[in-house]
C-alpha cells in the first residue's frame, strides 16, 4: 500500500484549510482507495501546549505586523 503523508500546523487557519483541500482532491483522484492511504496531521499535535501558544503568538504577530520580513525568513 502507497501512503501519503500530509503535514501542517495549525498555527492559522490557512495552513490546515490548505492541507484539507489536498487531502480531499486526492482522495477524489485516487482510482483504487485500497491501494493508498492519506494521512493528515498537525504538526503541532506533537509539541507542548506552550511551544504551541508561543509558535501561534509569534507566527499571528509577524503576519499581522511585520509581513514582509516574515517573508524574507
Known amino acids: 500500500m502507497k ?8 498555527a492559522g487557519s490557512g495552513h490546515v484549510t ?12 485516487i482510482r483504487h482507495p485500497r491501494e493508498m492511504e492519506i ?15 508561543i509558535y501561534r503568538d509569534v507566527y499571528l504577530y509577524m503576519a499581522k505586523r511585520t509581513p514582509l520580513l516574515y517573508g524574507y525568513i
Do not use: C, P
Open 39 to 53: 494521512v493528515h496531521i498537525d504538526l503541532l499535535q506533537f509539541s507542548t501546549a506552550l511551544y504551541k501558544m
Open 3 to 10: 501512503r501519503i503523508l500530509i503535514i501542517s500546523a495549525s
Open 18 to 29: 490548505a492541507a484539507r483541500a489536498v487531502e480531499q482532491s486526492l482522495g477524489e483522484i
